[in-house]
């Protein structure tokens, strides 16, 4: 299957304090995406990159930030968690703004902010 | 607003039956469609695609519906297995160097198939 790592696959953290996920790819794609999956809104794009230091916003980007110094990492950070961002976070990656196979999604990191 | 639509959050079908999952979009940009499929604890998994050209697409036992009229398409599995029981996210993309080439999901259909 597809190299796309996310790290850490669960996370608990208290409400105010920074936390940052990783995401890994050794596809040597261009593209990589942070969704968030929740109940009754299925997955919701946060950020995008479309290349090293590229990175724009999605649908639901406040309260996030992304980095990407080297093309294999994607770095969602929550800059003050709430408990608003308990969710479960995606990364995903392909070669081309528009495949016919779409995205590849990683497993996935269970948040829970307390 | 939620520009791609699957209203039913869940089905139940029989082993060997088939099943039906639906999905509306309202946005006109749109023109290639793909579903996937996603098991517990793990990350969403690519079952099949469709672009705006066609209004059919098969693949096994997956066989995808387009009906552009009516920005509506469907994902049949004839026939239905165990193992297909698993969330079901339809997903839309707009046309390349836009905002809307991002892929935009719906809420996700939880299928069940009982033996």
């Known amino acids: 299957d597809a190299g796309i790592t996310q790290s850490p696959r669960h996370k608990v953290t208290e409400t105010g304090t920074p936390v940052t996920l990783r995401c890994h790819q050794t596809?040597?794609?261009?593209?990589m995406y942070w969704y968030r999956q929740d109940p009754g809104h299925g997955l919701r794009l946060i950020h995008y990159?479309?290349?090293?230091?590229?990175?724009d916003k999605g649908e639901v980007s406040d309260g996030y930030s992304v980095s990407r110094s080297k093309t294999e990492d994607f770095l969602l950070t929550l800059e003050s968690a709430t408990s608003s961002q308990t969710s479960v976070y995606f990364c995903?990656?392909?070669?081309?703004?528009?495949?016919?196979?779409?995205?590849?999604f990683g497993s996935g990191t269970r948040l829970t902010v307390v | 607003d939620q520009q791609v639509k699957q209203n039913s959050p869940s089905l139940s079908v029989q082993e060997g039956r088939i099943s039906i999952l639906n999905c509306d979009y309202t946005n006109s940009m749109f023109d290639y469609f793909l579903w996937y499929k996603k098991y517990p604890a793990e990350g969403p998994t690519f079952l099949i695609s469709?672009?705006?050209?066609?209004d059919k697409n098969e693949d096994g036992r997956f066989t995808v519906f387009l009906n552009k009229s009516a920005k509506h398409l469907s994902l049949h599995i004839v026939p239905s297995q165990p193992g297909d029981s698993a969330v079901y996210f339809c997903a839309a993309s707009g046309f390349r160097g836009t905002s809307g080439s991002r892929l935009t999901f719906g809420e996700g259909t939880q299928l069940t198939v009982n033996p």
């Open positions: 990159s479309y290349g090293v230091k590229d990175t």
């Open positions: 596809e040597n794609h261009r593209y």
């Open positions: 995903a990656i392909s070669e081309s703004e528009r495949t016919q196979t779409g995205y590849t």
């Open positions: 469709i672009s705006s050209i066609k």
